[in-house]
């Protein structure tokens, strides 16, 4: 997302759950996260370039010329390895707090745990993905 020429932040670009979400205990999303960050590198690949315009296309409902200029924000704009950044959390907060008030309470610091991506990352995952689809991870 861009605010005149300055980079704004904003969580995770795509990253949502629908529903409600309430457990105790922990839970296994590891396999999800695999594969949204599989999803990434997927798209960044030069090779699948043509079915991702062809995607951008479709959903975007756009012209060639639209999904391509779609492409080059996604290449130029994506985290490549995207751990939650505290930066934009709050920019979300910001925004959100106009509608509810009660966002503006929660401490941002209190809700990012970046444990499963620095675990993804520490043990190679996310650089020998990006190996095998021949893109860089920076």
Partial sequence: MKNGEKDVTFLGK?????????FEGSIRV??????????????????????VLKTLSKWL???ASGAED???DLVRGVDRKPFA??????????L?????PKVGEV?????????????LDDSGFIDKLYASYGVSPK
């Fill in 30 to 51: 590891d396999g999800y996260l695999k594969g949204e960050i599989e999803a990434l590198v997927f798209s960044l690949a030069p090779r699948n370039k043509p079915v």
């Fill in 61 to 63: 409902k756009v012209d």
């Fill in 107 to 119: 401490k941002a610091e209190d809700v990012i745990d970046s444990r499963l991506m620095k675990k």
């Fill in 96 to 100: 959100l707090k106009i509608r509810n």
């Fill in 14 to 22: 795509e990253t949502r759950f629908e529903g409600k979400l309430r």
């Fill in 70 to 72: 779609a492409y080059l």
């Fill in 85 to 94: 950044v505290l930066e934009g959390l709050r920019n979300a907060q910001r």
